[in-house]
């Protein structure tokens, strides 16, 4: 009888046991909720033993490379970011949270603005993220609503929920490098060979099913519910926690025969304006920008702004900030003898402030 069991057999498990092994202790923090897509709530955060929390990308969150300490230092003014690639930004350097926390410094407040927003995010993996940042005493938190991800959600919590569980048959795909290689095939090789009308109706190809999703009158009342429960559920969780929190419900540059070039909140701002309350603010991306020439902010016709439209959006925030300071937490404004308020001192950046990494 022939031997099952053949050296060369014996040395590729060596090899792959070696690979597996390797991968597991030498780049833990790189694999760390690889095939969750977003839904492991630890994904991104590298917590230190000297009480700094590190953001990375890895676990299908694009953070931008940051570091702060785990317990809010005293005096310290920390605001978290969440959203998708609108608060984003162009770069680190040019999105509002960065010019946000740099105005709050110039006015003599110091403040961490920590930008957390992923590209695709949409209301349930905003979600996720929302519930992990708690955990490092936020002072404020900016949480944009977006209705258009809801498609980016759903799929990569279906990818994520694959080979779940510990029957024989999973057991392959719990090896690094083999649910490696079945993610890439299935990405690069197998989708692009399956005949587009397979791919619509198993939403394998992304594109066209998201654009047929955008289409379903189903589909776009579907998406304005999800957002109406997660705000709802998400105000109510920081309300009960005492963490202030400003909604800012997106917009998007749009232009047809009818009405020219306009901005469309997709029925959003009534949301936002709905769950206004103590603690509970609400700043309108439409009502913000309609004010001004608004074609020159917005990088092309989407919500996305360039760095201009993050600098107005930036201020926004800051006055809305300064005007509910005491209900924020912030101390009232210096007075000086005659009366009046103080210019306001510039000052460089504080050094406890979120720095990218290089």
């Known amino acids: 009888m022939k031997q099952l069991i053949t050296p060369a ?19 833990a923090q790189d694999i760390s909720g690889r095939f969750d897509y977003g839904y492991n709530p630890q994904a991104g955060f590298a917590e230190h033993a000297d009480g700094t929390v590190e953001l990375f990308r890895a676990g299908g969150r694009r953070f931008h490379p940051q570091t702060f300490q785990r317990h809010r230092p005293p005096g310290t003014f920390r605001i978290f970011v969440v959203g998708d690639s609108v608060p984003r930004g162009p770069s680190f350097t040019t999105a509002y949270p960065w010019f946000l926390g740099d105005e709050l410094r110039r006015h003599d407040i110091a403040a961490e603005s920590i930008n957390l927003a992923v590209p695709g995010y949409g209301p349930r993996r905003c979600q996720v993220v929302l519930k992990k940042i708690l955990e490092y005493e936020p002072s404020l938190i900016v949480l944009h609503i977006n209705d258009t991800n809801k498609w980016e959600d759903e799929r990569e919590w279906r990818r994520s929920q694959e080979f779940q569980g510990w029957h024989p048959r999973q057991w392959l795909m719990k090896v690094f490098i083999f649910r490696r290689l079945y993610e890439a095939k299935l990405e690069k090789v197998f989708w692009p060979l399956v005949p587009e009308a397979i791919r619509l109706k198993y939403a394998v190809n992304d594109a066209d099913a998201q654009v047929a999703a955008a289409q379903d009158s189903r589909e776009i009342a579907a998406r304005i519910r999800l957002a109406e429960e997660t705000a709802a559920e998400n105000v109510a969780m920081l309300r009960q926690r005492r963490i202030p929190i400003i909604l800012v419900t997106q917009c998007r540059l749009e232009e047809d025969s009818r009405h020219g070039l306009y901005l469309s909140d997709h029925g959003l701002d009534p949301l936002g304006a709905s769950l206004v309350g103590p603690g509970i603010y609400h700043i309108s991306m439409k009502e913000v920008f309609s004010r001004m020439d608004f074609r020159p902010l917005f990088a092309n016709f989407s919500g996305h702004l360039n760095k201009e439209g993050h600098q107005v959006l930036a201020h926004a925030l800051f006055e809305k ?3 509910e300071r005491a209900a924020v937490g912030l101390p009232g404004p210096k007075v000086s003898v005659a009366g009046r308020p103080p210019e306001p001192q510039i000052m460089a950046p504080d050094p406890r402030a979120v720095i990218p990494k290089p």
């Not at 057999?9 to 780049?27: N, S």
């Open 321 to 323: 900030i300064e005007q």
């Open 9 to 27: 057999c014996l040395v590729v498990v060596c090899l792959l046991v070696l690979a597996e092994v390797g991968a597991r202790v030498f780049f």
